[in-house]
């Protein structure tokens, strides 16, 4: 049934005869019949707002439903990082660049747009321990989080580990379509232990799968010709390496730790003259 413009405008008569307190009480019993928990809570102050700044009736609606819009959007964001299973907190404004000149604000930054996940492409971070490769990973992945993507944080052994299980309970197919869905998938500590070829095989199978079709980013300790020391299989390995390094952006960290440089710096008393 259809609802005629002038019984609309006849039910928004009926209601001209409100008192200011009836009005208040039908404003919050609708705000929590639409579910609209912002505009319940900010409308008094709106009101007092729109008044002194002598709003029109137009401008008035329009700040309360951006003030929704908005809280709304806040709230999705800080859902979409959650739900990624970040380890802890890491923020790209965080990042001490003069510490690590191997890496180059501006390429990060240019990451930080997220362009390369509406592509598709991986990411490659590779270098030593302490040299930010998980702090970029994870700031990255929560820029992406703050941009609508769907992200999802693993480190490879857990994922490695989970695919095994799921495989041994027939629920692989469901794992990997799950895996493959997100629009960004960040692997942390590839590199960092020995895996057997059925393990290496299943991780082919989540790369196959989002391939050219949804980014991935990975943070590795070993460059590209040690990594025969975690994938055994040289063939494997070369599939392997060739799916994450096709179109991908590879940033190298170097070798000098600046996690302990900070701390040993931290931790040194000077000497003062006699």
Same mark, same amino acid.
């Given at each position: 049934?259809?609802?005629?413009?002038?019984?609309?405008?006849?039910?928004?008569?009926?209601?001209?005869?409100?008192?200011?307190?009836?009005?208040?009480?039908?404003?919050?019993?609708?705000?929590? &019949?639409? %579910?609209?928990?912002?505009?319940?809570?900010? +409308?008094?102050?709106? *009101?007092? /707002? #729109?008044?002194?700044? $002598? =709003? @029109?009736?137009?401008?008035?609606?329009?700040?309360?439903?951006?003030?929704?819009?908005?809280?709304?959007?806040?709230?999705?964001?800080?859902?979409?990082?959650?739900?990624?299973?970040?380890?802890?907190?890491?923020?790209?404004?965080?990042?001490?660049?003069?510490?690590?000149?191997?890496?180059?604000?501006?390429?990060?930054?240019?990451?930080?747009?997220?362009?390369?996940?509406?592509?598709?492409?991986?990411?490659?971070?590779?270098?030593?321990?302490?040299?930010?490769?998980?702090?970029?990973?994870?700031?990255?992945?929560?820029?992406?989080?703050?941009?609508?993507? &769907?992200? %999802?944080?693993?480190?490879?052994?857990?994922? +490695?580990?989970?695919? *095994?299980? /799921? #495989?041994?309970?027939? $629920? =692989? @197919?469901?794992?990997?379509?799950?895996?493959?869905?997100?629009?960004?998938?960040?692997?942390?500590?590839?590199?960092?232990?020995?895996?057997?070829?059925?393990?290496?095989?299943?991780?082919?199978?989540?790369?196959?799968?989002?391939?050219?079709?949804?980014?991935?980013?990975?943070?590795?300790?070993?460059?590209?010709?040690?990594?025969?020391?975690?994938?055994?299989?040289?063939?494997?390995?070369?599939?392997?390496?060739?799916?994450?390094?096709?179109?991908?952006?590879?940033?190298?960290?170097?070798?000098?730790?600046?996690?302990?440089?900070?701390?040993?710096?931290?931790?040194?008393?000077?000497?003062?003259?006699?």
């Amino acid at each position: 049934m259809t609802i005629s413009t002038s019984h609309r405008q006849g039910g928004l008569r009926r209601r001209h005869s409100l008192t200011e307190q009836a009005a208040q009480a039908a404003i919050d019993q609708a705000c929590r &019949r639409l %579910r609209l928990p912002t505009i319940r809570a900010v +409308v008094d102050d709106a *009101v007092a /707002a #729109a008044t002194k700044e $002598q =709003l @029109t009736y137009q401008g008035f609606l329009a700040e309360l439903l951006l003030a929704e819009v908005d809280d709304r959007d806040r709230s999705s964001t800080l859902r979409r990082i959650k739900s990624a299973g970040f380890p802890r907190e890491k923020w790209l404004v965080d990042f001490d660049f003069t510490a690590n000149p191997n890496i180059n604000p501006a390429t990060i930054n240019e990451l930080a747009t997220g362009d390369w996940i509406r592509r598709g492409d991986p990411l490659c971070l590779i270098g030593d321990s302490g040299t930010g490769k998980s702090h970029l990973l994870i700031a990255l992945g929560t820029a992406a989080a703050e941009q609508g993507y &769907r992200v %999802r944080y693993t480190l490879a052994t857990r994922l +490695v580990n989970e695919l *095994v299980e /799921a #495989a041994d309970e027939k $629920q =692989l @197919t469901k794992t990997i379509n799950r895996y493959g869905r997100v629009d960004l998938l960040v692997i942390d500590e590839l590199g960092y232990v020995e895996l057997d070829r059925r393990g290496a095989e299943l991780l082919f199978q989540v790369l196959t799968e989002r391939e050219e079709k949804n980014a991935i980013a990975i943070a590795s300790n070993q460059s590209f010709s040690a990594w025969t020391d975690t994938f055994t299989d040289p063939r494997l390995c070369a599939a392997i390496v060739d799916r994450l390094t096709y179109n991908a952006t590879i940033i190298e960290t170097g070798t000098n730790s600046y996690r302990l440089a900070h701390t040993r710096a931290r931790h040194h008393t000077p000497t003062t003259g006699a």
